[in-house]
């Protein structure tokens, strides 16, 4: 397992990322054309790839971009879509996902990265990894396109658990902020709490309640608190990080690919309902296209796990070669960057100021740079 | 108040709508106009115009259309946006809402419209109209853009309330398949669970137990449980009438909203961006006129209070000429069709067999016909 990760080779010490190659909708062939995508992106990218050897080994020596740079890592078993979580923490020793984390875990890699089944992978990060103290809940934080300049904001949890109390909501809003700023490169990001209206009176009581706890938080914890944000805000430029429980967030995100997906129906059928729209088309064709991508899902493809001892990135099931590309580029700038050692600092000086503070003390400004 | 219900016309008995006039956010111009384009499409409506009597005098006199169907009830205050609704239920008395839907209590008008505050809204239909028998939480219901064949589902609560128990999804799902039965002309609507997955393991409590019981409930409540759905599946056409709590109901509809308002931003900006784009935007122009048609929110505005003695219509806040049409269409089909009388019924026998499975005994077989 050593050959990606030797001193001796003559770059810079390559960035080592974990692939669990099997358990995505599309097979291992997906997953090995995105690898190649990235190969050629970054020139100092290694891969330790989990799954059947046999099988990765043909589709890994087809291509010449991956010449040196892949490491096999059989694994016999694959967790598959239909798997309850529960039982793969039971019984998930011996497949690929398993695999994969525990190479992050002994240190090998920098960030894991499967297109498999979430609640299995989180399942496993968690008794793998372990949560970062300080940290109840871990949480799924995924980009949202929005008309932010960087065209993105960052939203959580998007399905790591279906609740959170006050405390969680504050440590997603805590990690959140850190996400932003490595990811988005944002210096003081702003955050708000999903509800169901602005108005402080509106919504559940731990909404309330986390809402008092980030206005104290935001100077230590080096963000904007803007307040309660709606639906129809995500979308906008209005906000950086959006927090909420894990199943409202699941659900919107669900309801917004839903709905991008029905629009770009409708505008594909009338693009083709007769001679003339055709025509319109092939004149309209660089314009549709250039939509096409801005609106194109696969650009912002990749979950993070964020709350554990390892950096772990959900791809889409069924992510294709562009897809996993994109959730590979995520892996690679946030091990680069660091990522993971400063959002051990952070939530490690928001649980100080949440400590100082219960004590009725001041801030204790045990802050720890830009993390 | 009697001319525009008098018997003496020579028409059918019209069907009197009652319409609050301010509160919304373009003014009751917006809302008059409205009145006009549905004047043009149903020759037998009616109206009882709520507000200012100087100002909707003035609106009203201009407009042939309106000569003979308006009858002006004078309220000299208006409910803002910005009311709480705890207050206005205290001291809501004289204002057009408040007139607005006493005209219903009273018989005078089949239905309620108004584009105001819809926390307030609630608050005062609950006092004035009060629940139906069986009923703990009244719902709004929404049609959503999908691909059925009608073009729309139902989904229910869109945020009357902030929660639902296993109790109350139970009722909302009697309720919305009743509406699309009488909305969308469906014979046996397939309902489905809003979660955060479709496997039975997945989501909250409440939802389990509303599962279990809807299984059993579906033969005497005329209507298909399909199981739980995820937000991805609200656009398709796998599902009739989506059924969850009015704090994710909420959230998913300006999520979705917001959507589909960045994605025809994007449209709109690469189609203007530069000559070309401009010259294949005029080449298209057929073709996208008839997308933004098919995609035009204000086609399916209203959102229906359910389970109360009396149907009140609210319309987005932000409606203009066409959305306040497309509301008050929807009144006057619900008064039309007897609507309010059917789902009075379909509750009484949901609640009836809810009542007989509680005690053990087989269902009673006691349903009302094709409520």
New interface residues.
């Given amino acids: 397992m050593a050959n990606g990760t030797t001193p001796e080779t003559k770059a810079a010490t390559p960035v080592v990322i974990s692939i669990d190659a099997m358990g995505g909708d599309r097979g291992p062939a997906a997953v090995v054309a995105g690898l190649v995508l990235s190969a050629e992106t970054f020139p100092d990218i290694a891969f330790l790839l989990h799954g059947n050897e046999v099988e990765l080994g043909k589709l890994v020596s087809r291509e010449p971009a991956l010449r040196g740079r892949v490491t096999l890592c059989h694994a016999e078993r694959v967790v598959t879509m239909?798997d309850?979580p529960a039982q793969v923490m039971r019984n998930g020793e011996g497949t690929s996902m398993w695999s994969c984390i525990e190479s992050v875990k002994r240190g090998d890699a920098a960030v894991a990265v499967s297109c498999g089944n979430t609640?299995a992978l989180m399942a496993l990060s968690l008794i793998r990894l372990r949560r970062l103290p300080g940290i109840n809940r871990p949480a799924i934080a995924s980009f949202w396109?929005?008309?932010n300049p960087t065209g993105f904001n960052v939203m959580l949890d998007m399905?790591a658990d279906?609740?959170a109390d006050a405390d969680d909501l504050v440590q997603f809003a805590t990690m959140g902020a850190s996400y932003a700023r490595n990811g988005l490169k944002l210096t003081r990001p702003r955050v708000g709490l999903?509800n169901?209206?602005t108005?402080e009176?509106k919504?559940?009581a731990e909404l309330k309640e986390a809402q008092e706890r980030l206005i104290a938080l935001q100077e230590v914890g080096d963000f904007e608190y803007v307040g309660f944000v709606?639906?129809?805000?995500?979308?906008?430029a209005s906000v950086d990080v959006i927090v909420?429980d894990?199943?409202?967030g699941?659900?919107?995100?669900?309801?917004?690919?839903?709905?991008?997906?029905?629009?770009a129906?409708?505008?594909r059928e009338?693009?083709t309902?007769s001679i003339?729209?055709k025509?319109?088309?092939a004149?309209?064709m660089?314009?549709?296209k250039?939509?096409q991508r801005?609106?194109d899902p696969r650009r912002a493809n990749g979950g993070v796990f964020l709350g554990l001892n390892g950096t772990v990135v959900k791809s889409h099931g069924s992510a294709d070669a562009t897809g996993v590309a994109a959730a590979v580029r995520l892996a690679y700038q946030l091990a680069k960057s660091g990522f993971l050692e400063r959002l051990a600092a952070r939530v490690a000086s928001a649980d100080q100021a949440g400590q100082d503070a219960a004590a009725r003390a001041a801030p204790s400004g045990a802050e720890g740079g830009t993390t």
């Fill in positions: 239909h309850k609640g396109p929005s008309r399905g279906i609740k999903l169901v209206g108005e009176h919504g559940r709606e639906g129809s805000d995500i979308t906008t909420t894990g199943f409202t699941n659900i919107a995100l669900k309801t917004g690919e839903g709905v991008a997906k029905l629009i129906d409708v505008l009338e693009f309902r003339w729209s025509i319109a088309a004149v309209a660089g314009t549709l250039r939509f801005r609106i």
